[in-house]
Structure formats: structure tokens, C-alpha cells
């Protein structure tokens, strides 16, 4: 098009106040300058007024040693180890708890969604009830709830419940027996090998389905891939694979897997206080697919199953991710209400920190920016999700 | 929550205009009147507000003290409470004079905050609390137990140390509300819970059944308690430091507000001295004499205090032990008036 259009002789630039392009470079240059010399002064005048009071500042704090012990951690952690790994401990079992919770509290949400949407008059009645009554009590009541359900209800350890052997159930949590051994790394390596297997098979299913019109039962494969990849790792590997039960010695269960009081109660007040607004968002997405879709898709004779599965959800999807990725935000950020029930996230670790260092600036620091990472990184990925699911115009 | 309190308060610190010189709190403390105290939120015996707002407590004695002393009234003084994580940002911004709230004098807080302990009106030691239907009888068999503690504090450095330096196991569940901590100690999520051996006494009395707990003989750690003040500001800090000695000193020579204008008639140089009956004691701090005879007729001697709050006339019960004057074999050995 610039090609065929006469050469346009661009008026030269001049430095006018009369000109937009000006005027708002002006401006934009007088903001920026504000706002930097605003941080700058807020800056300047922190790190004065510390050093006038004699306070330490930096953050060269955080390769000393901690010295208090965490209660649970993914990693291994020890009272001699630096504040750094402490407030690393924090960071991964606000992770743990916030990507378990997210996981399960959509699971919940979008069974619940769907419910409450059911023909049946008792199912969606019961779904909405859950809905109304569990996004209207506050979440901090709700953890005190859970975790006094669980530590005033439970038996102490000594008398835990010991519903089949190698399980104990008390007021120090649930105990499972663990696999030890190398075993763990072959199984493991099966499960990738069986992860990638299905992944390829779903594209050629795919591709297949679409050459030849067949429909390739991708889900009966998948879980045979699952249980044969490992179980085929496990033998290869020559099966050393001990069984380590918890046992009551002294006052408390050693070996095994523990899920502590405090996380059980954190996770299941995160699920079911976030799936109540799950299941509202996906109930929304689904109504906002107008009634012709389904009947089209009935028309042509797909079962209703599958009308939800290939014709509604993906384009509910479209309506149902961006509010979606709110719910997911606010479960990560919710997660910080664990300093009252005594979950060891990277608040309840960071405000001990603060308090044997005493550099509370540092710290609060320290909290922002975690939180800032986990949960831009969080609205990244939904946003890349967001796009590939989005309508594509033809 | 008590995050954002912190958040705030290290806002102030942003926000404040940086100004500093010598005496600057306490020609502000009085041009404006009154004293502002940080005191504990609720500590029986140390700090405490009842239903009308009237504080009672050891510590806050103390600042009734400096009030007393700064103004002759020992009514002119204001009180902050603040919670752990606020005490020293409140103190280090100033929106506190003085803390005066059960805090451990410690090197890291005196070389590393900006504060300055002035002197310990309690000695206490950080111990453990167990149901005595377990069948403790020392924290050694502890190997393995649930702890509950509350953040905040240098316990949980203390209580870790001291498993560590003993070779023992154990897990702790901190949690933040001193209430939830206790509830999941008595519900028997912990085996035992922590603090300051004065705090454990003070929280038995107001269990259910105060006879089914016992605390364990030993002590996890030192914990000198005592007020503090900014640094930066030498008379101030030593008003501080002559309330609590002046105390003391009182006690050892038997002057109690009860009998403080008998006692102005002594012919005991030293009574006469505190009492600002000869000598020009105030003069230094730029008070006139009546200074300590204001202390004691208002808020009474060390003894009084420690009685009245914590003692055994109290709900406390707590025994003089370390706390008794040096001639009665404890640590509070009254600096010399002279």
C-alpha cells in the first residue's frame, strides 16, 4: 500500500507545545522523573534514618546460622543451618501447600460447578448450598475450625487409630508407611517413561482420529501405561524396595510419611473456601455458552458426555481462565493465614527470622518478593494457557 | 494480623525526617507532659489492663516510676501496647519513650538494633510445661516430643539450642496466637509448651485444672528482663536506669510507700539521700530532690511491686528466687545512691 500512495512528505518534528506527539513525552518524561525521585527519597531517607539509629541493614544476614528448628520441611533443614535455607523451607511449603490446594480446589470446583448445573434437583440443590455456605464464612474461622476438629478430636499417639497396619491416624497427624530404597528411583523413571508415552500417544490418537475419523481410547491405554511403566521398573531394577512403616517410640511415630495437623488443616480450609468461587467461575463459564450450542451438538447426535467435553467446555474455558487465575492468586496469597494455625509457610518462618535478626524491613522485603515471583509466575502461565485456548478466528 | 502493624511501623521508620541529637527524648518526654510506655498487651503480673483500662503489672510499675520521677505524678504516663514483633520498631521510630514489657537484654539487641537495655527488673529462665500424666520428670526424657511455642521471642532459638546442645529430637508447632497455642497444648497436639518460666506460671493459673501440669526443673536459658531505650540519648536512659535502682535501693532500706514521711525523719544518711532530705541528688538529671521520695510514695519500693503483681499476695504466686535482694541470696543488688 505505501508503495502505491503518493511519497506523504512527513511534516519535520518540531519541539511544540501545540504538538500531541510533545506534549505527552513531556509529560511522560515529568512522571517518570517524580516517581523516581520519589523512590529515590524514600530510599535515601530509610537507609539514613538506620543508620542514625544504629540499626544493621542488608540482607548479609541471611548466610548466618538460623538456629531454630522448622517443623516440617520438603528439604532437609537443621537448626544449624543458614536463615537463607530457613526462609527457603518457607518458600517451598508455601508452594507445596498452594499448588495441592490449587490442584484439588479446581478438581473440586469445576465437580461442584458442573452439580449445581445438574438436572437433579437434590445434586444442585446440595451443590449450592455448599457454594453459599462455604465462600460466606471467613477463611480464618475455617482453618481454626479444621485444625480444632483435628487436634481436639483425634486420639493422642499413643492410643492412635490404627485403621490397617502401617497407618495411624492421631493428633500428630496421619503416619503412612514409605517406600525406601533404590527401587524408588526406577519406579520413578517409569512413571516419566509412562508420562511421555501417553503425551505421544495422545498426538497420534489425535492425528489419527482426525485422518480416519476413529476415536482412539486414549484413557484405558493411559492407565495401563501407568501401572506397567513402573511396575516394569521396579523389576528391572532387581524390586529392592523395603517398606519403612512408622512405629510409636517415645512420645511420637518415627519413619514414614507424615502429613502433619497443621497442613491438613491449611490445605483442606484453602480447598473448600477456594472451590465454593471455583465452582461459581465454572458454573458462570458454562451458562455463558448460549443453549444453541447444545442443541447443535445434540443434533448431530453426540451424547450429552461428550457435548460438555468437546463442545462447551472448550469454549467455556474462554470465559472461565481469567477469573480462574484470580482464584489460583488468592488461594497462594491465603495460604500466609497458616501463621495461626502454626503451618510453617514463608510468613510464619520470615516473622522469626525478623524477629531473632531484628531487620524487619529485610524481612518484609523478603516476604513481597516471594510472593510478587510466585504469584506473577502463576498469572504467566495462565495467561500463555489463556491464549492457547483462546478462540481462533477463521 | 500483627505483620501489617510491622509493615507500618517500618513505614515510619521511611517516612520519618531523619533528626537526632543528644537529649532529644527527654526534652520531648517533657515539653509534652507524660511518658509513653510500650507495655506487654496482656501478662498477668507484668502488664496488664483491667476492664476499666487501669494498667497493673511489675512493668508497668516501672513506668509509673519514670513518670513519677520526671513529673512528680506517677499518673502522667501513656500507655502503647504492642505485641513482640512491634516492641522495637515501636521503640526504634518513636512512637514509644521507654519499653517497659518483659524483654530479654541480649548483646545482638543492644549492638545491633539501636536500643540500649537499662537495667533487669526480673530474672527469669525460659522452661517447659508438661501433662503430668505423662510421666516426665526432667526435659532430658523430652527426645521426640511435640513443642508448642510462640513466635516472636528468642525462645524458639532458645528451646532449639538447648535440644541441640542435649542431643535430643524434636518438633515444634509455632503458632502465633498465644490463645490457639495454648488451646492445641491442652488438646495434646504438643507434649509440652514453652516460655518464660514466669509466663508458664501465669498461664497454668488459668488452666482448668492448674494441678494436672507441672514445669520441668530445667532451664532452657537466661532471660534478664528489663526495660529499654533508644540509644542517642544519655539522660534518658539513665532517668531509666535510677527508677529501677532507686527501687531496689528502697527496698533495701526498708522504705515503703506506706512509711516513706516516717522514714524522711531517719537519721540514716543514705534513707536521707534517696529521700532528697540532704544532698542534691536530682541535680545531675536536672530534677529537684523529691524525685525519689515521689517514687516510692507513688508506686512503692521493688518488694511492694514485685509482692502486689507477682508475689505470693497475687494470683501469680510466683517465689522471690533469683529476684530477692542480694542479702536474702538473690541477683537485685540496688546500685548505690551517693
Known sequence: MAKNSPPSKAPRRRLSWNDPGTRSLIYQVLILGIVGFGVWFLVSNTLHNLAVRNISTGFGFLNREA?????????????????????????????????????????????????????????????????????????????????????????????????????????????????????????????????????????????????????????????????????????????????????????????????????????????????????????SGIQAVSQGQWEAAAAIGLPRSRVLRLVILPQALRVIVPPMTSQYLNLTKNSSLAVAIGYPDIVSVVNTTLNQTGQAIEGILIIMAAYLTVSLSISVFMNWYNKRIALVER | MKLIKAAVLGASLIFVAATSHAGETFDAVKKKGFVQCGFHTGLPGFSIADSKGQWTGIDVDICRGIAAMVFGDATKYKATPVTTQQRFTALQSGEIDVLTRNTTATMTRDTTLGLMSTGINYYDSQGVMVSKNLGVKSAKELGGAAICVQPGTTTELNLADWF?????????????????????????????????????????????????????????????????????????????????????????????????????????????????????????????????????????????????????????????????QWRNGGLMYGWPIR
Not at chain 1, 492412635?160 to 520413578?188: E, H, Y
Not at chain 1, 482420529?209 to 484413557?219: V, W
Not at chain 2, 518438633?171 to 502465633?176: E, G, L, R, T, Y
Not at chain 2, 540519648?233 to 522504705?255: H, K, P, Q, S
Request: aromatic share 8%.
Open chain 1, 67 to 283: 538456629g531454630f528448628a522448622i517443623g516440617e520441611s520438603v528439604i532437609g533443614y537443621s537448626p544449624a543451618d543458614t536463615y537463607g535455607r530457613a526462609i527457603w523451607v518457607g518458600i517451598l511449603n508455601t508452594l507445596r501447600v498452594s499448588i495441592v490446594g490449587i490442584i484439588v480446589a479446581t478438581l473440586l470446583g469445576t465437580l461442584l460447578g458442573v452439580a449445581r448445573l445438574s438436572k437433579n434437583w437434590l445434586v444442585s440443590r446440595v451443590a449450592g448450598a455448599y457454594v453459599e455456605v462455604m465462600r460466606n464464612i471467613p477463611l480464618l474461622l475455617q482453618l481454626f475450625f479444621w485444625y480444632a476438629i483435628i487436634t481436639e478430636i483425634m486420639p493422642g499417639p499413643r492410643q492412635a487409630l490404627n485403621p490397617m497396619p502401617g497407618v495411624f491416624i492421631s493428633n500428630r497427624g496421619l503416619k503412612l508407611p514409605t517406600l525406601q530404597g533404590d527401587g524408588l528411583d526406577w519406579i520413578l523413571g517409569g512413571l516419566a517413561v509412562a508420562i511421555v508415552a501417553i503425551v505421544l500417544l495422545g498426538h497420534w490418537g489425535k492425528k489419527r482420529q482426525e485422518a480416519t475419523g476413529r476415536i482412539f481410547p486414549l484413557g484405558r491405554w493411559a492407565a495401563g501405561l501407568i501401572i506397567i511403566f513402573p511396575v516394569a521398573g521396579w523389576l528391572l531394577g532387581g524390586a529392592p524396595l523395603a517398606l519403612e512403616l512408622p512405629e510409636l517410640k517415645g512420645f511420637n511415630f518415627t519413619g514414614g510419611l507424615t502429613l502433619t495437623p497443621e497442613f491438613a488443616a491449611l490445605l483442606a480450609g484453602l480447598i473448600i473456601y477456594t472451590s465454593a468461587f471455583v465452582a461459581e467461575v465454572v458454573r
Open chain 2, 164 to 324: 541441640r546442645s542435649n542431643k535430643l529430637e524434636f518438633k515444634p508447632v509455632v503458632i502465633n496466637s498465644p490463645d490457639e497455642a495454648m488451646r492445641s497444648y491442652v488438646a495434646g497436639r504438643c507434649d509440652a509448651y514453652t516460655t518464660d518460666k514466669s509466663g508458664l506460671a501465669t498461664i497454668r493459673s488459668t488452666l482448668n485444672n492448674p494441678a494436672d501440669h507441672i514445669i520441668l526443673p530445667e532451664d532452657f536459658s537466661k532471660e534478664p528482663l528489663g526495660p529499654m531505650v533508644r540509644q542517642g540519648d544519655d539522660a534518658w536512659f539513665m532517668v531509666v536506669r535510677w527508677v529501677l535502682n532507686t527501687m531496689l535501693e528502697a527496698e533495701e532500706y526498708g522504705i515503703t510507700s506506706k512509711n516513706v514521711d516516717e522514714m524522711a525523719k531517719s537519721p540514716n544518711p543514705n534513707i536521707q539521700r534517696i529521700l532528697g532530705v540532704t544532698g542534691e541528688m536530682g541535680k545531675g538529671l536536672g530534677l529537684n530532690n523529691k524525685w525519689g521520695y515521689n517514687i516510692i510514695k507513688q508506686v512503692g519500693n521493688y518488694g511492694e511491686s514485685f509482692e502486689r503483681n507477682i508475689g505470693m499476695s497475687s494470683a501469680m504466686k510466683l517465689e522471690r528466687g533469683l529476684n530477692a
